[in-house]
T-cell receptor, first 113, second 108 residues
């Protein structure tokens, strides 16, 4: 069965360190998204990609970067982790742009100390 | 910028009661989606509504898309403890945006 997996599920890191969260999907979807979820803010879009070599900034992209070298993977990098980036991060993929079902990973809980 | 506002933010009701939650925007959406999220999991799609005025039923859940395609509602009949969770509406033209969700708790 096709799926989308995130790793690690939990991570604790120190302020200032570079951190990369992995996202791998076997749906063969062109579109992939990264969100963060915080109490009181819901799911906020960080970055998204419509295909290989395509990346776009979402509403809360500062301090984050992504790269898309193949269809299956969209790693999210925190260049210099800050306490404000403590959150639960979700990766998602969808077949078409807008208005179609997004399939989500199980999330990565990141704590920056 | 497209925004989706959901209400109420929290809802706690007794098993067997009916309830309605809302998703509103000042923007027109070509479609809206409803997701349900359980603790420790990612959101899972419940339904997509596409046509203005459309009504879709999923067992005890009834979803409606407003005539102007700016709002949607989710009505649950005879709520059960298994309905407990975070309900999110989502939509967007070139990227998927989410409302902040309604956290629903059904008391047995």
């Amino acid at each position: 069965d096709a799926e989308i997996t995130q790793s690690p599920r939990h991570k604790i890191t120190e302020t200032g360190r570079q951190v990369t969260l992995a996202c791998h999907q076997t749906w063969n979807h062109n579109n992939m998204f990264w969100y963060r979820q915080d109490l009181g803010h819901g799911l906020r879009l960080i970055h998204y990609s419509y295909g290989v070599q395509d990346t776009n900034k979402g509403e809360v992209s500062d301090g984050y970067s992504v790269s898309r070298s193949n269809t299956e993977d969209l790693p999210l990098t925190l260049e210099s982790a800050a306490s404000s980036q403590t959150s639960v991060y979700f990766c998602a993929s969808s077949a078409w742009q807008g208005g179609t079902e997004a399939f989500f990973g199980q999330g990565t809980r990141l704590t920056v100390v | 910028t497209q925004l989706l506002e959901q209400s109420p933010q929290f809802l706690s009701i007794q098993e067997g009661e009916n309830l309605t939650v809302y998703c509103n925007s000042s923007s027109v959406f070509s479609s809206l989606q409803w997701y349900r999220q359980e603790p420790g999991e990612g959101p899972v799609l419940l339904v997509t509504v596409v046509t203005g005025g459309e009504v879709k039923k999923l067992k005890r859940l009834t979803f409606q898309f407003g005539d102007a395609r700016k709002d949607s509602s989710l009505h649950i009949t005879a709520a059960q403890p298994g309905d407990t969770g975070l309900y999110l509406c989502a939509g967007g033209r070139d990227k998927i945006i989410f409302g902040k969700g309604t956290r629903l708790h059904i008391l047995p």
